[in-house]
């Protein structure tokens, strides 16, 4: 057994050895130019983001930093530009998290409301009938821009857009005309979104636009000797969610 574990100590020596030897005679010691290419040759001079050859060999280029604030960035925010990259590695990433928490969150409810009055007053000064004038669908996905390019809370937007993907409602349906209750829904997702999960999971269950969704609204109590069961839509979809 000792001998085994010479040998293999001796392996193992003589291959690092040999990938020294390797690094120091081929990688640009004394045997001529180094060809890089690079998947894109597009930028300005002047930015240390450029992605052209000669910057990935100068130390000019893509830092190691830079490049996972910006992958940090694109799991945590719903897009990041150059100034956010910066921030987060000047900052680091806790400290940017940190402050995201400390950003207040915006009422949804009234923002969707703005949105709809807004849109109603400029179809009213088109000579629209105000009869045939009504909230829709499309007053909550204006509402939904303006809250995720307007706002600063980047985290908050990212989870709570990640939460309305995992506790499902959707406006294909029995909510098709119900935008202010899917609304509402949303802004319990942006309060919920650095919360605990056991509360966000009661306010999702007790949520009419949830009720309304999965038809759990108004379920009747059991009722054996009737032969009445409770609606288990429910409890079926958050089984298989969960």
């Known amino acids: 057994m000792k001998g085994i574990l010479i040998k293999t100590n001796l392996l193992f020596f003589m291959l690092l050895c040999t990938n020294i030897f390797y690094a120091q005679t081929y990688l640009g010691a004394g045997h001529g130019d180094i060809e890089v290419e690079t998947s894109s040759e597009k930028g300005d001079e002047d ?3 450029e992605a052209l ?24 925010t719903m897009g990041a530009n150059k100034q956010m990259i910066n921030e987060v ?71 709570a857009f990640t939460l309305s993907e995992i506790v499902v409602i959707s406006m294909d349906g029995p909510l098709e005309e119900k935008a202010e209750g899917v609304g509402a829904y949303y802004d319990m997702l942006l309060k919920n979104s650095f919360g605990n999960y056991e509360e966000l999971l009661m306010d999702v269950t007790l949520h009419a636009a949830m009720g309304t969704y999965l038809s759990h609204l108004n379920n009747s109590k059991e009722i054996p000797e009737e032969n009445i069961h409770p609606d288990e839509n429910y409890a079926i979809i958050f089984y298989w969610t969960f």
């Open 47 to 49: 930015t240390d983001f």
């Open 53 to 76: 050859a000669k910057n990935t060999v100068n130390g000019k280029g893509l830092t190691y930093k830079q490049m996972a604030a910006s992958r940090f960035l694109a799991q945590s």
């Open 89 to 159: 590695v000047s900052m680091g990433i806790e400290n940017w998290i940190n402050n995201q928490y400390k950003i207040p969150k915006i009422d949804f409810n009234v923002l969707f409301s703005d949105v709809y009055d807004e849109a109603f007053q400029i179809f009213q000064d088109n000579g629209g009938d105000l009869d045939d004038y009504g909230i829709g669908v499309e007053h909550f996905w204006y509402a939904w821009w303006e809250n995720l390019m307007k706002n600063d809370d980047y985290l908050r937007q990212r989870v």
